[in-house]
């Protein structure tokens, strides 16, 4: 863990070099200002909403994630020798945890403008003809911060200040400072609390909650108002896991977006098809998901097992990550449930949702209307024999024995 965290530090501060000395002349005394720093953080940073320590691994053959470039500049028309690098890092609340200075001085030619990026700074700074190496120390705070992370490799929510200066004549404590740069993480909203806790309906697999009485639940979580979430419902299936199911439903895209305004670009493509097992998959802005009467879902049917699961969706350096939540599961009952003032089978009211447009259905929801009979030719049907026309009927109209017509 030691070792992965002062690797990372080293990208950050781009300063990953070999070791060669190639020029050991006096040089000309130069100015503040006649040397100009800027460590640009790209994106894959910048906009990231959770960083991991092995997210920042680069690859040796200089192909590794791009994660910013440093620019340094001579701004006069002469040559500048002597130069040395030096770079630290601070977390607030806990102080200075790395210290790197480099060993070796490079120069600059006149007006020349370098520009390097923590792939390409493995071999050294491009277009110097000096190779430089350098000593990085991880502080006693630094070890300290990296014993609390108790082996995680995810950063926690503190502020990491980036700081880079060059000196001339000698390293930090003997040259003179000519520039600085700054950099701060996070930018925005990020290292947030992204953890997702399951509110409704059910409760954690095994634990034989009581069935929900109505067909169209209102799936509720704990987690960050306006994050995007994707939330996964999967029929239970003989011989397969909760977990295997809910996975194989996340290698499919979802198929439903829900509360998320133009403006927000979504992370992931809303074109996927549901899986036979698989009874909802949606990308939803909020801490809620009202379950379709009609639309990109399939029904839930009585006395049958689901599961569902909530994930936030957190973009990081490496693309999307999931902080999941844990898997709920729930039936739906297939026992008379309370609505006003009468009484409703869910069955029955989820054949009604195969009919009835989804506001239509939720016009009953909200008016407490229910079912007491159905008059067909002037035959009353009451009880399970309504199920049983009702039934008939769709059937009939899947067929394309009847046809519906408006007035």
């Known amino acids: 863990m030691y070792q992965l965290f002062k690797k990372v530090c080293l990208i950050v501060l781009s300063l990953s070099m070999a070791l060669a000395l190639s020029n050991t002349s006096k040089a000309q005394q130069a ?207 003989e011989g397969e896991s909760p977990e295997s199911l809910i996975q194989a439903s996340l290698s499919t895209d979802p198929v439903l977006s829900v509360n998320i305004p133009s403006f927000i670009d979504l992370p992931l493509e809303v ?3 549901l899986l036979e097992f698989e009874m909802a998959d949606a990308l939803v802005r909020g801490t809620s998901f009202d379950y379709p009467a009609s639309g990109s879902v399939q029904p839930l049917m009585p006395d049958t097992k689901y599961y569902w699961q909530v994930f936030a969706v957190l973009s990081g350096p490496t693309g999307l990550q999931y902080q999941p939540s844990e898997i709920f599961e729930f039936k739906v009952s297939s026992s008379t449930a309370s609505v006003g003032q009468g009484g409703q089978t869910s069955y029955i009211f989820q054949l009604l949702a195969q009919i009835l447009t989804a506001e239509q259905i939720e016009m009953l929801r909200a008016g407490n209307f229910m079912l007491e009979s159905i008059n067909l030719e002037n035959q009353v049907i009451l009880g399970v024999d309504m199920e049983r026309i009702l039934e008939e009927f769709i059937n009939r109209l899947d067929a394309g024995e009847i046809e519906l017509r408006g007035n």
Do not use: C, K
């Open 31 to 237: 100015s503040p200002g006649d040397v100009e720093l800027d460590l640009q953080l790209l994106p894959i940073l910048t906009q990231a909403q959770v960083l991991y320590l092995a997210q920042l691994g680069i690859d040796t053959d200089g192909a590794g994630t791009r994660l910013f470039n440093l620019v340094i500049e001579n701004t006069t028309n002469s040559s500048i020798s002597d130069l040395f690098l030096h770079a630290n890092i601070r977390a607030s609340g806990v102080g200075l945890i790395v210290d790197l200075d480099q060993d070796e001085p490079f120069s600059l030619r006149p007006n020349q403008v370098v520009v390097a990026n923590n792939n390409s700074l493995q071999t050294g700074i491009p277009g110097v003809p000096e190779r430089t190496s350098s000593t990085a120390e991880l502080t006693s705070e630094g070890e300290e911060f990296v014993n609390s992370l108790r082996g995680s490799t995810r950063l926690p929510n503190v502020i990491f200040t980036i700081n880079v200066q060059i000196y001339q004549g000698g390293p930090r404590g003997a040259g003179t400072m000519l520039s600085e740069t700054v950099a701060v993480l996070p930018i925005e909203g990020f290292f947030d609390d992204f953890d997702v806790f399951l509110i409704q309906p059910g409760d954690i697999v095994g634990s034989s909650a009581e069935p929900f009485a109505f067909p169209f639940p209102t799936f509720r979580w704990d987690g960050a108002p306006n994050q995007v979430y994707r939330i996964v419902v999967v029929e239970g299936v």
């Open 271 to 273: 074109d996927g098809s």
